[in-house]
């Protein structure tokens, strides 16, 4: 697609122009955000710029950040025309990428991955468009500025139950997962996680030999963002219908990057993990059954199948259906069915007549009341699993339906 061009095209230049690397407050030219600006008043976490920011920093409207152990703020700044709803997306993911994954051999501890970038005042800039983004880079480039940072654009930041998202034929990739991991690796991963960095470029080598990555670039950025994209099944949609993603990676689908590059199956599953770790936010104006279960029929599942935490928005009488990991589901305030599947799940369905849905006959439940939570275990396990459901006024079963006021006793 159209879009993944300028994506290889744009980190590249990215590192030529502003990455020279990693510029240090010493240097009289580079620039950053002040350690203390207060967000804890903004129900969101999302203020209005500061005046007390330097003026190349002025030209963004709005300002959040997270936290890194240290104490130390990771910056993100945000122009206008992209929306609060996808700052919270990006901080969201930025998140994810830096969050402790225990047992895991790259990712049991980012603290010093995180510490990094904070230490580097590294900025996470979410642009309006291309142009925009060109535009300030070039101006604070012809001032000789210097800013350790990424960009992410509006337009590939796609938030859950989008039009884009949920596009059958052609959905819009959201490259938030891309970007946001370029200014991980750039900014914390590289400068502190020798290991990682090293097996990163060891599997470069290899699946170049092997010509499994065809791309030129002796760098190991796009590589393992095409490592992780096929991981996590964003391409097995197969836009091209050839086997390949834009000839720039043979595998496409998590099944066969465990086949074509097992090195890189193994970096991503051991930094990143089997599943996301975030709560993806269904939009408000989305109208039908949001599913984390992969479905053949639904391109979007290929997606969402790696989703393990989603929460339903606005009005709307939409529907949930969870997947084979411990899921918590939330409702909206319109008429929700949520099918939780197996595992160790948690459904809330909010305010609203809302049904829990499940797949066997109701004598094959054993339903308790503690403290008003309905819990529901599966004597068949291996099926529905276990599951707690809160503010669910009805169970669906397959041979019948009861209120949730039934299982009071
Ligand atoms: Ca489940
Ligand atoms: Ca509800
Ligand atoms: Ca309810």
Known sequence: MGNRQIKIIFPI???????????????????????????????????????????????????????????????????????????????????????????????????????????????????????????????????????????????????????????????????????????????????????????????????????????????????????????????AHDPENDGTREDEYIPISNASLKVYDPKMYNIVEEYMGKHWLYMAEVVDEFDGTFSLLKEEQKTYTNKSQYLRKAALSGINNNDLTGNKFDNSLFGNSGNNNIKPLGGFDIVDGGPGDDTAIFMGKKSEYILRNQDGRIIVDDINYWRDGQNILINMEKLKFLDKTINVTDTRK
């Not at 407050?25 to 203020?47: C, H, M, Q, T």
């Open 13 to 235: 230049y990215l590192l030529i122009v502003l990455l020279v690397f990693p510029c240090s407050a010493e240097d009289s030219n580079f620039k950053s955000l002040p350690n203390d600006i207060d967000i804890s008043k903004s129900s969101n976490g999302i203020v209005m710029m500061p005046n007390n920011v330097d003026k190349i920093f002025k030209d963004f409207d709005r300002y959040t950040k997270i936290n890194a152990p240290n104490g130390k703020p990771i910056h993100i700044v945000v122009e206008p025309g992209y929306s609060d709803r996808q700052v919270i997306y990006a901080r969201k993911v930025l998140i994810n990428h830096l969050t402790n994954l225990p047992g895991t051999k790259y990712g049991h501890d980012k603290t010093t991955i995180a510490n990094a970038m904070a230490n580097n005042q590294s900025i996470l800039f979410l642009f309006k468009d291309t142009k925009s983004f060109r535009g300030w880079f070039r101006n604070i480039e012809r001032k000789g500025f210097e800013v350790n940072g990424q960009d992410l654009r509006a337009y590939e930041t796609i938030l859950e139950g989008t039009d884009g998202y949920m596009a059958q034929n052609n959905p819009t990739r959201d490259a938030s997962y891309e970007e946001i991991m370029h200014f991980v690796q750039q900014w914390g991963i590289e400068q502190a996680h020798p290991t990682l960095s090293q097996d990163l470029f060891d599997a470069f080598w290899d699946a170049r030999a092997k010509n499994i990555y065809l791309l030129d670039y002796d760098e190991t950025h796009e590589y393992f963002i095409c490592g992780f994209e096929a991981y996590y099944d964003m391409w």
